[in-house]
């Protein structure tokens, strides 16, 4: 058996970390970052409410209410941090799990819900957000982003006030052939397009060393472009280094691996039972590197917000919180019908038969009841 | 009206194509400075350039995942898969998102992705050369599935998959792509409709259903029962998803006869729908089961044995003679 010498409690000493679990301020060589306390709080603020959104998820999935829910506890730091780097004119393609992403791109929390309320497969235009829809399917989503930013070298939107594309995965996901072959496609293409890996060292109750003997960030210079690790539970460390790499590829310089070190809190999905396969100390490890108690720490002990800020925040977080509970209540289930719509673009004559037939057999069953 | 290949009316289709819309995009392994294994592609890199006839890694998901992602970005991506064996690596991007992503986006999303496949068997290939794959396809939801058997429908075809705005799998004959015919290259708005089923012989005693290669082989069937007395009917099915149902059983209706012609095994294969819906349709009308010839129930044997394999004018008159034994 290989012991992967990089999971685990001590940080590696090539992670990139900006921000200390601790709360402290420190530097790296290679990246910086220069933020107002204004922008410091907003993004407190971000990693709060997607907690609390996520929060309310898992109860109403264990209310019943959500068929399954896939949790970021843990991951909002990766997230809110990558999700802020990104202009209007980046696109996004996820995993299921970037709620936080999503907040970044504007996707109202409740549309996420659908896919997990069993209403619909994928509730949002990926167009009006540049945030593209959830892929299931592991790994799939990273071909179709870079992809994407073939076309947006096809469109000459390379350069000065150029465009990219970021793509999430998780750890699992690397062993994927599709997510080997988008490296292979991106390098050999120099294509604008940023990989975000969440290495949140669980794919479902596999360790990482199950998946690799290496450090995932190196795998990118056999594939022929930079990899870096960062500290993923460090929101300033995210922020930082996706805009470089964001910045590089959007001028031309071609993709980036970016390995977000972090940890998944929660379980997989609510259908798992994490205490089967882990040590509840590996958790505690964890906690103790909270991607939001370090950043309440840093404004705190540097005077840039207040308890009445804290205070406003977490109301904040409570009305979304009570708001998208409400919505998610309120979420029609479709018509029968409705299992035909959309499959095709165009006209299909097989689904216009079925649909009428299907419609048919229904309203027989309105006809009996209205009989009686 | 010019002569041309069917190979050479794809290449010729797929120009005009490019010519009329620069979202265009051709795509896939060595159909660049080679112009693919079969020439389909042949010049199109030449004329318009590197950006637009994409030489791709050799790897088939990535061929059609980053097909996808050029299409979210507003392109229309005709890849090429090199051979019917070589498709299976691209299932998974073909029927888990190529097929179902305009659904999830409930309809925000279109996906005007052509996916050409060389089909069938009969060129003396190795393994995973020969294959008749349509069955997996016409079983996912979301996709078109066609099927060209002779040049003139070639051109116009490939031209009417790339201006769909759904998925489509098109499947091309490869031991007809050296056929010749007359191709008229002008008539581009009376196109036949990409998803109707065409009688390319007219007859009253049987009805031929067949697509792809077997095309011709039906056509030669049919003119040697001729000679023996008996009128064979061929339908072209053209598309198999949608399937023209309602042409099939007009067809079948005056015949009273049916046989269904693929190389592709007759055990679960596209033939066991076709018969189902003449069956349903044309009940009263038939006067005796619906029949099939197809390859056995096995993989694709070694080529030397591949004419036994293949359905040929001697088992489809076989088939036809049956039908007339109920």
């Known amino acids: 058996m290989t012991a992967d010498a990089s999971r685990g409690a001590q940080a590696p000493p090539e992670l990139v970390q900006l921000l200390t679990p601790e709360g402290e301020r420190v530097e790296h060589p290679d990246y910086d970052i220069d933020l107002t306390p204004e922008e410091i709080r907003a993004l407190y603020r971000d990693l709060v409410l997607v907690r609390r959104v996520d929060l309310e998820a898992v109860?109403?999935?264990?209310?019943?209410?959500?068929?399954?829910?896939?949790?970021?506890?843990?991951?909002?730091?990766?997230?809110?941090?990558?999700?802020?780097?990104?202009?209007?004119?980046?696109?996004?393609?996820?995993t299921y799990r970037e709620h936080g992403v999503a907040w970044c791109r504007g996707v109202d929390p409740v549309n996420l819900l659908g896919l997990f309320r069993g209403v619909n497969h994928g509730g949002w235009d990926p167009a009006e957000h540049n945030f593209h829809l959830y892929t299931i399917v592991i790994g799939s989503q990273t071909l179709h982003a870079v992809g994407y930013a073939m076309g947006i070298q096809r469109d000459g939107a390379v350069g000065e006030n150029g465009a990219a594309t970021i793509v999430y995965f998780g750890d699992g996901a690397t062993s994927q052939g599709d997510v080997n072959e988008s490296f292979i496609w991106a390098s050999v293409f120099n294509a604008p397009v940023v990989f975000f890996c969440q290495n949140n060292q669980w794919a479902i109750s596999e360790p990482l060393e199950k998946q690799s003997r290496i450090p995932l960030y190196r795998r990118a210079s056999g594939f022929g472009f930079p990899g870096v690790r960062v500290d993923g539970n460090d929101v300033f460390a995210c922020l930082a280094v996706t805009r470089k790499a964001l910045t590089d590829a959007r001028s031309g310089q071609g993709p980036v691996l970016i390995e977000a070190f972090t940890y998944r809190m929660g379980a997989h999905t609510t259908s798992d039972d994490p205490t089967r396969y882990r040590?509840?100390?590996?958790?505690?490890?964890?906690?103790?590197?909270?991607?939001?108690?370090?950043?309440?720490?840093?404004?705190?002990?540097?005077?840039?917000?207040?308890?009445a800020f804290f205070d406003e925040v977490d109301a904040e977080a409570d009305e979304l919180g009570r708001d998208v509970r409400k919505r998610c209540l309120e979420m029609p289930d479709p018509e029968p019908l409705a299992i035909f719509d959309h499959v095709y673009t165009e006209p299909h004559r097989l689904m216009d038969e079925e649909r009428a037939a299907f419609a048919s057999y229904l309203s027989g069953f309105e006809t009996e009841e209205g009989g009686r | 009206m010019t002569t041309l290949t069917l190979?050479?009316?794809?290449?010729?289709?797929?120009?005009?194509?490019m010519e009329d819309d620069p979202k265009v995009l051709v795509m896939g392994e060595d159909v660049g400075k080679l112009g693919g294994v079969f020439r389909v592609t042949d010049g199109l890199q030449k004329d318009f350039g590197e950006e637009r006839v994409i030489d791709t890694p050799l790897a088939e998901s990535g061929i059609v995942g980053t097909a996808i992602g050029l299409a979210l970005r507003g392109y229309r991506p005709v890849c090429e898969i090199q051979f019917d064996g070589f498709v299976f690596p691209a299932a998974d991007q073909i029927i888990t998102q190529l097929a179902k992503m305009p659904l999830r986006s409930l309809g925000a999303l279109k996906l005007p992705v052509v996916v050409r496949i060389p089909c069938g068997g009969g060129i003396g290939a190795?393994?995973?050369?020969?294959?008749?794959p349509e069955a997996y396809f016409t079983h996912?939801?979301?996709?078109?599935?066609?099927?060209?058997?002779?040049?003139?429908?070639?051109?116009?075809?490939?031209?009417?998959?790339?201006?769909?705005?759904?998925?489509?799998?098109?499947?091309?004959?490869?031991?007809?792509?050296?056929?010749?015919?007359e191709v008229d290259t002008a008539a581009a708005e009376e196109w036949f409709p990409l998803d109707r089923a065409r009688v390319v012989r007219p007859g009253t005693d049987v009805?031929?259903?067949?697509?792809?290669?077997?095309?011709?082989?039906?056509l030669e069937a049919a003119a040697a029962?001729?000679?023996?007395?008996?009128?064979?009917?061929?339908?072209?099915?053209?598309s198999l998803n949608p399937l023209d149902t309602a042409a099939i059983a007009e067809s079948v209706r005056r015949t009273g006869r049916c046989v269904v012609v693929h190389e592709a095994p007759v055990f679960g294969g596209f033939g066991a729908e076709l018969a189902a819906r003449i069956t349903e349709?044309?009940?009263?009308s038939l006067e005796a089961p619906v029949l099939r010839v197809g390859g056995p129930s096995t993989p694709y044997p070694p080529s030397r044995l591949e004419e036994h394999y293949l359905p040929d004018l001697d088992r489809v008159l076989d088939a036809v003679d049956r039908a007339f034994t109920f």
């Open chain 1, 59 to 94: 109860a109403l999935q264990r209310q019943g209410e959500l068929g399954i829910w896939a949790s970021l506890l843990g991951q909002e730091a990766a997230q809110i941090g990558s999700g802020r780097a990104l202009t209007d004119a980046d696109m996004a393609f996820p």
């Open chain 2, 207 to 218: 009805t031929l259903l067949a697509y792809g290669p077997m095309v011709k082989t039906c």
């Open chain 2, 140 to 181: 996912t939801a979301g996709l078109r599935v066609v099927a060209c058997s002779n040049p003139a429908d070639a051109y116009a075809m490939i031209q009417q998959a790339i201006r769909c705005d759904d998925p489509v799998i098109f499947f091309e004959p490869k031991r007809r792509y050296w056929e010749k015919a």
């Open chain 2, 225 to 238: 029962a001729e000679e023996d007395g008996r009128s064979l009917e061929i339908v072209d099915l053209r």
């Open chain 2, 7 to 17: 190979a050479k009316a794809l290449n010729e289709g797929m120009r005009k194509a």
């Open chain 2, 281 to 284: 349709e044309c009940f009263y």
């Open chain 2, 126 to 132: 190795v393994e995973h050369h020969s294959e008749s």
């Open chain 1, 279 to 307: 040590v509840q100390d590996e958790l505690e490890a964890w906690k103790l590197k909270d991607p939001i108690e370090r950043v309440r720490a840093y404004l705190f002990k540097n005077q840039l917000a207040d308890q």
